[in-house]
Nanobody, 125 residues
Framework: QVQLVESGGGLVQAGGSLRLSCAAA?????????MAWFRQAPGKEREFVAA????????NYDDSVKGRFTISRDNAKKTVYLQMNSLKLEDTAVYYC?????????????????WGQGTQVTVSS
């Protein structure tokens, strides 16, 4: 079992930056955990944003955020971050943190077993 709590969302102007945090809590070892960020805009399906493997920091990004977003982790705090720079209007969505044990940095949300409650990111013009 993993509990995930996101924070850091808010309102930002286009071109600005935000950093999302996802604090994880579990009685299991984090050595095999994979953590990811997904987002869902109104009227759209949930989509993959980025993922990171705790063991070797292998990462995976959607093409729409490559070069603008960076996923990272803090071992001591058991927290995953999503640094979002050069934000665009189309980045507006609810951002969800997800996790699974084992495997690789999957892009398919169905392969993640644990989800946070989400945090709203709104980019204005």
């Amino acid at each position: 079992q993993v509990q995930l709590v996101e924070s850091g969302g808010g309102l930002v102007q286009a071109g600005g930056s935000l950093r999302l945090s996802c604090a994880a809590a579990s009685g299991r070892s984090f050595s095999s955990i994979i953590m990811a960020w997904f987002r869902q805009a109104p009227g759209k399906e949930r989509e993959f944003v980025a993922a990171i493997a705790w063991s070797d920091s292998d990462t995976n990004y959607d093409d729409s955020v490559k070069g603008r977003f960076t996923i990272s982790r803090d071992n001591a705090k058991k927290t995953v971050y999503l640094q979002m720079n050069s934000l665009k209007l189309e980045d507006t969505a609810v951002y969800y943190c997800a996790a699974r044990f084992g495997g690789v940095v999957y892009r398919n949300g169905r392969l993640y077993d644990y989800w946070g409650q989400g945090t709203q990111v709104t980019v204005s013009s």
